[in-house]
């Protein structure tokens, strides 16, 4: 397994950011994902999944994580020196699979890469409202992404045409937990357990899983509400629509990968953080075993 550290500035060099070299590649090019720590490796399943043929980056920002305490600022600039490292490698597109990064910052990348595939992960509040037979829908999510206004907005405007309401509960630790591999620890049932129960109070039958990291403890909270006796609970996780709305992209773009080769693409990782805590991430949530490369700086 590769733990070598990748120069920054001789990837810039190499790759030509900002110059359209993803586009030169065509449909050979990978994609590049990236969140703050393994919590996006849930929606990287579901793109390897649906698209097996693609070469896959994947970026985890372990040395700046938790991105919930961050102010939206910061979390653009950093999106974009992320994404930017990202293209110096060749990728054709980009994948922001964290929900309070995409709050922050996909305008920014959009506005600055307007012809480049760029997916952003939200929090399903519509599929949510859908499936809802009580109208009470409990998000799950970091306190950044409940505050940040573009949410707000979506959530206010998605009452207004369904009339569902949303019981909004702040999930602090919860990915730090994941990102440690606790997802059935004695501790982190006991924090789910306290975000779980009030939503449960509240009358909520649809619990929406609003940050990439919480599928990874799907199963320890199913127990919960087969404990509870909420076995009417429907759990909702938006891993799968991001996978098929960057394939609908990529085809529109002319950027799909063939599979009729039948040959699997390749999976890359790097990270700001431990190459070791990213490695099994990879091992123990995705039974693969990638190369992983330490970025000691975006600079």
């Known amino acids: 397994m590769t733990h070598a550290p990748v120069s ?27 969140d703050s720590g393994v919590g996006g490796l849930s929606v990287l399943r579901h793109i390897r999944a649906q698209l097996p043929a693609e070469d896959l980056l994947y970026f985890a920002d372990g040395a700046f994580a938790p991105y919930g305490e961050k102010s939206e600022q910061v979390l653009a600039e950093r999106a974009l020196a992320i994404a930017r490292f990202l293209r110096a490698r060749g990728a054709k597109a980009l994948v922001v699979a964290c929900n309070t990064a995409t709050v922050a910052a996909i305008k920014l ?66 990915a730090d937990a994941v990102d440690l591999g606790e997802l059935s620890s ?29 599928p990874f403890v799907q199963q320890a909270i199913e127990d919960i509400l087969q404990r509870r006796g909420a076995h009417h609970v429907v759990l909702v996780d938006t891993g799968d629509a991001v996978a098929r709305q960057l394939a609908r992209l990529l085809e529109g773009a002319g950027l799909l990968r063939s599979s009729a080769s039948g040959a699997g693409g390749s999976l890359t990782g790097f990270t700001s953080g431990a190459a070791e805590t990213l490695s099994f991430g990879f091992r123990t949530l995705l039974q693969v075993d990638a190369p992983v490369h330490e970025v000691p700086s975006l600079g």
């Open 109 to 174: 990348l959009r506005d600055t890469w307007p012809d480049m595939p760029i997916v952003g992960v939200e929090p399903g509040l519509k599929p949510g409202a859908a499936a809802t037979r009580s109208g009470k829908v409990g998000v799950m999510a970091t306190e950044a992404t409940l505050a940040g206004e573009k949410f707000l907005l979506l959530r206010d405007q998605i009452t207004e045409t369904s009339g569902a309401q949303f019981v909004l509960q702040g999930c602090a630790g919860l």
């Open 8 to 34: 920054p500035s001789a990837a810039l060099v190499q790759g030509g950011v900002d110059t359209g070299a993803f586009h030169a590649a065509g449909a050979l090019a990978p994609i590049g994902v990236f």
């Open 186 to 214: 004695e501790a982190t049932v006991a924090l789910l357990e306290g975000f779980i129960d009030p939503m449960l109070a509240a009358g909520a039958d649809t619990l929406v899983l609003g940050c990439t990291h919480y």
